[in-house]
């Protein structure tokens, strides 16, 4: 892996995250109410992926950047939590989700027996968006059909 790869995919994965969290979390600071930062990591965060050492790294920081912010920032009222997609059905996924070989090594590995959808994180979104998790912060939400533990 070069150097400038590294640092290309930490500048977008984890840098941009940053940013956007700092943003939202002063305006959530200044305004009564505390309010809710949600980020999204990866699998790869949690168990490894050959030449992914850089996205896996990525990933992982954004986690732990979620729990410090969920410390950080509880006494305002704004609480931090993370989500980490399984395999998702989406366009950016959708070549690799149709390979067979792929397919065929994967999909067993998912106890449900599909791939994941947008639909599937709706009410995660919801929970989390909601005074229902008023209470809940510093938490990584594993949204993979039970690959993970698999």
Not at 43 to 67: C, D, P, T
Not at 82 to 98: F, N, Q, Y
Not at 101 to 106: D, P, Q, S
Not at 111 to 129: K, M, Q, S
Request: charged fraction near 20%; charge should be positive.
């Amino acid at each position: 892996m070069t150097t400038e790869d590294w640092r290309r995919v930490l500048s977008v994965n984890l840098d941009g995250a940053f940013f956007t969290l700092r943003a939202a979390a002063r305006h959530m600071v200044d305004r009564p109410g505390g309010g809710s930062l949600v980020v999204t990591s990866s699998l790869a965060a949690l168990s490894g992926q050959a030449r992914g050492e850089h996205y896996a790294a990525s990933k992982g920081g954004v986690i732990s950047m979620m729990k410090a912010l969920s410390v950080e920032l509880a006494r305002h009222g704004i609480r931090a939590n993370a989500i980490v997609p399984g395999w998702i059905d989406t366009p950016m996924t959708e070549r690799t989700l149709r390979w067979d070989k792929f397919v065929e090594k994967v999909l067993p590995r998912v106890p449900v027996r599909r791939w994941g959808t947008g639909e599937d994180f709706a009410g995660i979104a919801v929970y989390l968006a909601s005074d229902a998790s008023q209470y809940h912060t510093g938490d990584t939400f594993i949204i993979d059909g039970g690959y993970a533990i698999f």
